[in-house]
T-cell receptor, first 113, second 114 residues
Framework: GENVEQHPSTLSVQEGDSAVIKCTYS??????FPWYKQELGKGPQLIID?????GEKKDQRIAVTLNKTAKHFSLHITETQPEDSAVYFC????????????FGAGTRLTVKP | DAGVTQSPTHLIKTRGQQVTLRCSPK?????VSWYQQALGQGPQFIFQ???????QRGNFPDRFSGHQFPNYSSELNVNALWLGDSALYLC?????????????FGPGTRLTVL
């Protein structure tokens, strides 16, 4: 089955700096890679996703890159703000049978004002 | 447009008891997945319901069972609770289509087993 590893487990940046979170996956059949943001006491919120037919996707300050050959994908947040502080999870699944979505262990991002 | 809703918000049970958690999917969604999230970890897939049947199951014992109703809402039942079942239980909904695979999560139910 799919195994997703996520690094780093914690990340602290100054407001305005960039943050990068990296994930690797094991199953080459995986073709859908969402990123979720989870704030304290809340459920995960989808912030961006990418499918294996593209290498990069951007939405304002957030971007995701995918390297299918190396089986890794990354989340990039630019111009970080204190409200970006949360736990971020990457996930991987085979979207044609989107059942068993495997998550990374999470990255706790702290943005210092 | 209401998102995914779950009830109750919090629940405290003792070992050996049984619990039922409820989920209403996002409007227009027909598929419900359940996840268990232990403290400090990522969500783990329990099972998914579509057309009122369990479509796929993760690595969870038979003590975990579920149901989906004609209105697409769903229940998660856990029997013979033990301390290790303490976690945040998340429900996610999606629309079953080859072109639409995004799962949207509810706020979760925090279960504490004493």
């Amino acid at each position: 089955g799919e195994n997703v590893e996520q690094h780093p487990s914690t990340l602290s940046v100054q407001e305005g700096d960039s943050a990068v979170i990296k994930c690797t996956y094991s199953d080459s059949a995986s073709n859908y890679f969402p990123w979720y943001k989870q704030e304290l006491g809340k459920g995960p919120q989808l912030i961006i996703d990418i499918r294996s037919n593209v290498g990069e996707k951007k939405d304002q300050r957030i971007a995701v890159t995918l390297n299918k050959t190396a089986k890794h994908f990354s989340l990039h947040i630019t111009e970080t703000q204190p409200e970006d502080s949360a736990v971020y999870f990457c996930a991987a699944t085979w979207a044609d049978n989107n059942n068993d979505m495997r998550f990374g262990a999470g990255t706790r991002l702290t943005v210092k004002p | 447009d209401a998102g995914v809703t779950q009830s109750p918000t919090h629940l405290i049970k003792t070992r050996g008891q049984q619990v039922t958690l409820r989920c209403s999917p996002k409007s227009g969604h027909d598929t419900v997945s359940w996840y268990q999230q232990a403290l400090g970890q990522g969500p783990q897939f329990i099972f998914q319901y579509y057309e009122e049947e369990e479509r796929q199951r993760g690595n969870f014992p038979d003590r975990f069972s579920g149901h989906q109703f004609p209105n697409y809402s769903s229940e998660l039942n856990v029997n013979a609770l033990w301390l290790g079942d303490s976690a945040l239980y998340l429900c996610a909904s999606s629309f079953d289509s080859p072109k639409t695979d995004t799962q949207y999560f509810g706020p979760g139910t925090r279960l504490t087993v004493l």
